[in-house]
């Protein structure tokens, strides 16, 4: 028995323009642009990048089921006799596109137009995306059924891919926007058109791309770009690049967080915060002022849907950790102290890292507060003097120790801060024996640094066991 397509074959070729052959049924139940997800009655996409090219992979893709793949007209014209032979040996259609990443945004866009009933949102910012994405997915599921981005699958190519998950079923889409280059998030809101978006922040994350956070605030913006007088554009109050972002929602509705529905209680440290909203109270067990600040972003958000107070609090009081974004854990160390380790190591940029600092500070414990901070990237010629700023926080901190790791932030050594060690980038056993060394009963140590430095790997060399709840 056939599964239903995805697309039939004419609706894929008027959206990607393209010309087809070979002998299969065109029938394909999801999309990759990675070999090694291919399963049966997969459409396939090659992209060419800087290293590799996709097309080599073609005839694995077919061999594990492919049923669509998409060529570039450049790729067909060198090796057409190629893809005939294998048109011939599988139950494949070939379509020859002129891009094949354009290719898989424009199949995206005409995906998602077949579910014209499907509320979409979008949320956005320089940081606090996936966190956010999550609590907005925990609220707005309370009312509807939701399909989402799962991870961090944002980019010129995650956001095609997460679409193709929506289904008949899904009342709601709730899907996460990041960029990398100019024009990036652009590009795949012209993919989703979403009708409601939120922007986090505007902060300094990818400025070493962009150049300024004037230049990441129009990019950001772009978000709105396909919004009506239907649409509701969420924005941070408080961000200086309020106003401007919200120039590209035209006549959509205004809004922004936090509002005064929003009732801040107290900060609860690594229990979380709690506060009001429209007289609820909310016990929201994600630390940190900021994830309070995008709660009330995200409380506003699922109040346009009709989501209640009461469905709002179930389903933030409902969330657990995300996985390396503040995510808090006691252990028991292999010297047998027991300790707070909270893991933030997912990404990092400077707001993100003076919020954790700010954090940590104001943490009440009778342990020492231990941080462990690594190179914030892609900050470009910003970097020296944004990683000095760190150093400046941490010296205001009151922390009992920074351990910084790797070659930008050790620029902090001209501070000469009493309470700083400096390690070499994966160095983890040092780092890990510094801590074995430093930390006393009840402390909490926090490692807070971009992706690329790994921080997590110094857990094997502290870690004992897992504290049972």
């Given amino acids: 028995m056939n599964k239903v397509s995805l697309m039939t074959k004419e609706e894929l070729l008027a959206s990607v323009k393209g010309t087809a052959f070979g002998s299969g ?40 089921g492919a049923s669509v793949v998409f060529i570039a007209k450049s790729e067909d014209e060198k090796n057409h006799g190629l893809y005939e032979e294998l048109a011939k040996k599988y139950p494949v259609t070939f379509i020859v596109v002129e891009n094949t990443l354009t290719a898989l945004q424009n199949a995206a866009e005409g995906y998602v137009a077949k579910f014209p009933n499907l509320i979409k949102v979008a949320i956005t910012g320089s940081c606090g995306k996936t966190t956010t994405k999550e609590m907005a997915v925990a609220a707005i599921s309370q009312k509807y059924n939701t399909v989402y981005t799962k991870g961090n699958f944002n980019s010129e190519t995650g956001l095609p891919l997460s679409v193709f998950n929506i289904r008949s079923e899904h009342e709601c889409g709730i899907f996460e926007m990041g960029m990398n280059r100019e024009n990036e998030i652009g590009e795949i809101s012209k993919v989703l058109k979403p009708s409601i978006a939120l922007i986090t922040n505007i902060g300094t994350a990818h400025i070493g791309i962009l150049g300024s956070r004037e230049n990441i605030a129009k990019e950001k913006r772009k978000v709105f770009d396909w919004m009506d007088e239907k649409g509701v554009a969420v924005v941070p109050a408080e961000d200086d690049f309020a106003d401007y972002l919200l120039e590209n929602a035209k006549k959509a509705v205004h809004v922004k967080f936090p509002s005064k529905d929003a009732i801040y209680i107290s900060d609860m440290g690594l229990k979380g915060s709690v506060f009001s909203w429209k007289g609820e109270k909310i016990n929201l067990p994600l630390s940190g002022y900021y994830n309070y600040v995008n709660a009330t972003g995200v409380c506003a958000l699922a109040d346009s849907l009709g989501v209640t107070p009461e469905q709002i609090k179930s389903g933030l009081e409902g969330m657990n950790g995300i996985s390396g974004r503040m995510e808090i854990s006691e252990i028991i160390l292999k010297n047998g102290v027991k300790i707070t380790l909270v893991k933030d190591c997912y990404n990092a940029n400077p707001v993100s890292m003076a919020g954790v600092i700010d954090w940590t500070s104001r943490l009440e414990i009778h342990g020492k507060k231990i941080l462990v901070l690594g190179d914030m990237k892609e900050l470009g010629d910003k970097s020296e ?73 110094v857990v094997p060399y502290i870690k004992k066991e897992e504290v049972a709840e």
């Fill in 25 to 64: 049924d065109s029938v394909f139940t999801n999309v990759t642009t990675d070999s090694r997800n291919v399963t049966e009655k997969s459409l396939f996409v090659p992209l060419i990048g800087e290293f590799q090219d996709g097309h080599k992979y073609v005839p694995q893709s077919l061999e594990k």
């Fill in 385 to 457: 003097e944004a990683h000095k700023e760190i150093g400046v926080k941490v010296s205001q901190s009151g922390v009992d120790e920074a351990l910084f790791v790797g070659d930008e932030i050790k620029v902090v050594k001209k501070l000469k801060l009493s309470s700083a060690v400096y390690f070499n980038a994966g160095d983890f056993e040092s780092i890990g024996n510094r801590i074995l060394e430093t930390a006393s009963e009840n402390s909490v140590v926090v490692l807070k640094g971009s992706n690329s430095m790994k921080l997590w790997e």
